[in-house]
């Protein structure tokens, strides 16, 4: 069989690839060896925020007597996980829907890249020859597995583990502070698991603006999450249904008892498919080096999506989906990585995008930043989250904006009017004289603007 462009990995990335691929009159085929969605959309991110929708509805009605309102409630773990499926095949069928109406061919099975135009595809017993003109290689990224800490899938578990308990544990220890682990605990926590945070590093979510992670800490101890850092796990032992894990500390070492072990450490490319053995060039970390229009060294092999570096967003992935097909279509186009948001569906949610303080000012820009806090939220009164900031950062002189980073109530919605404007070069007027509703959370947008022009309405003006 021959194609005019063959993609590996039905993901994010790859079937954004595929359909785009296939719009431009290009013959496609995608390759997919579990199932259409990939890792987003059966394992992380779409049953990672089903749970998460399910632990806020709970908490918010444990929070109703606040208000007035007084409710009986209980958690039945599977009617949730039985709803979390159907959502999961949903969109399921959905891609497959999407990508056999644009005449994308999807093929099951395992591939394996034998030259530059030629792919093996293996399923069961069977194994098919591929020629194409080009290949597009969206495989993704696997967990990141500690050879001490071996899984087990009942005791010591992985995310996707998570999703096929019976029940909800009592408690938990969860190995990685980062956006994986932080979500995981709030969600658990809100739930009414007790859960503990081990992370190697100085701070939770590391990387992250240092005023974010302080504000987080003090919503997940809120939220009775015991978090330990530049901690490990240095051992365990499984007795009678327990955990016993011994804690590392700078200051000596700890035992705690938890009913299972979550391990959340982050993920690793999966690009062990052939590629090296034809001459494609990789990084330390096993990343496939591209330049902005997703070419590697060889030409006609391109890469997208977590297989070409962090951060690992399916979002990113859509992204060069798109430049990788259009780029084989003969359009002239870049891929950006400016302006590409990343949020964390905590408690409460984080995001951010462009450049934080830090990096602005080692990056040579004189500039200046704007706050606007929650608590002075209409909006955010009345919805009872009047707790965060979100920070605008734009360059002294020009008033460009150049990055932003908010915690607090619809940080995930809001972040993406900072990813236009920054996208779109806009300065910190464009955003202080768009209207915006009232009584919005999104008014916080417009109010940081307004700060940092040194002109605020509804806070004092700085000293």
Same mark, same amino acid.
């Given at each position: ?15 954004? =690839?595929?359909?785009?691929? =296939? ?34 509805? %709970? ?9 007035? &309102? ?20 949903? *969109?399921?069928?959905?891609?497959? %829907? ?56 009942? %005791?010591?578990?992985?995310?996707? +583990?998570?999703?096929?308990?019976? $029940?909800?544990?009592?408690?938990? *220890? ?5 956006? &994986? ?41 809120? *939220? ?15 007795? +009678? +249904? ?8 700078? +200051? ?14 982050? $993920? ?16 330390t970390k096993e990343h496939i080096i591209v330049d902005n229009q997703m070419k590697t060294n060889i030409q006609s092999v391109y890469a997208i999506g977590d297989v070409v570096g962090t951060p690992y967003l399916a979002h990113k992935a859509f992204r060069q989906g798109l430049v990788a097909a259009e780029v084989i279509g003969g359009h002239p186009i870049v891929y950006n990585n400016n302006a590409v948001p990343n949020v964390v569906f905590s408690e409460p949610e984080i995001a951010f995008v ?26 955010? *009164?009345?919805? $009872? ?15 460009? &904006? ?20 920054i996208e779109s070069g806009l300065r910190a007027e464009d955003i202080a004289g768009t209207v915006h509703p009232h009584p919005t959370i999104s008014e916080v947008l417009m109010e940081a603007a307004e700060d940092v022009l040194d002109r605020p309405i509804h806070t004092l003006k700085k000293k």
């Amino acid at each position: 069989m021959s194609y005019k462009t063959v993609v590996i990995g039905a993901g994010p990335g790859g079937y954004v =690839s595929a359909i785009r691929l =296939s719009q431009l009159g290009l013959k496609t085929a995608i390759i997919e060896k579990h199932e259409l969605g990939g890792e987003c959309t059966n394992y992380g991110c779409i049953p990672t925020k089903s749970l998460i929708e399910f632990a806020n509805i %709970y908490w918010s009605i444990r929070k109703g007597t606040e208000i007035g &309102i007084i409710a009986n409630s209980k958690i039945d773990f599977p009617t949730f996980k039985s709803w979390k499926e159907k959502i999961v095949l949903r *969109l399921r069928d959905g891609i497959q %829907y999407l990508c056999k109406e644009n005449g994308v061919e999807i093929i099951n099975g395992e591939a394996y890249v034998k030259s530059p135009k030629q792919v093996i595809v293996k399923s069961g017993d069977q194994t098919t020859i591929l020629d194409t003109e080009n290949i597009v290689v969206a495989t993704g990224s696997t967990t990141t597995k500690l050879p001490n800490l071996p899984f087990d899938g009942k %005791y010591i578990i992985s995310s996707k +583990d998570m999703f096929e308990l019976d $029940r909800l544990p009592n408690s938990i *220890l969860i190995v990685g502070g980062g956006v &994986i682990g932080i979500e995981f605990a709030a969600a658990l926590a809100k739930l009414g698991t007790q859960v503990t945070i081990v992370e190697m590093m100085d701070q939770i979510l590391p990387g992250f603006d240092a005023e974010i992670v302080r504000y987080e800490n003090r919503f997940l101890s809120r *939220l009775g999450i015991k978090i330990y850092t530049k901690t490990t796990v240095s051992g365990f032992k499984i007795a +009678d +249904d327990v955990v016993e894990s011994t804690i590392k500390k700078a +200051d000596g070492e700890i035992v705690l008892n938890t009913e299972k072990m979550l391990i959340a450490v982050g $993920r690793k490319p999966y690009s062990n498919i052939g590629l090296k053995e034809i001459g494609v060039v990789f990084d330390t970390k096993e990343h496939i080096i591209v330049d902005n229009q997703m070419k590697t060294n060889i030409q006609s092999v391109y890469a997208i999506g977590d297989v070409v570096g962090t951060p690992y967003l399916a979002h990113k992935a859509f992204r060069q989906g798109l430049v990788a097909a259009e780029v084989i279509g003969g359009h002239p186009i870049v891929y950006n990585n400016n302006a590409v948001p990343n949020v964390v569906f905590s408690e409460p949610e984080i995001a951010f995008v462009g450049l934080t303080e830090e990096e602005a000012k080692n990056g040579g820009h004189e500039i200046s930043v704007g706050r606007f806090p929650l608590t002075a939220s209409a909006r955010a *009164l009345t919805e $009872r989250a009047a707790e965060g900031f979100v920070k605008i950062i734009i360059e002294k002189n020009s008033h460009k &904006i150049v990055g932003a980073q908010m915690i607090g109530a619809e940080a995930s919605e809001l972040v993406s009017e900072l990813a236009l404007a920054i996208e779109s070069g806009l300065r910190a007027e464009d955003i202080a004289g768009t209207v915006h509703p009232h009584p919005t959370i999104s008014e916080v947008l417009m109010e940081a603007a307004e700060d940092v022009l040194d002109r605020p309405i509804h806070t004092l003006k700085k000293k």
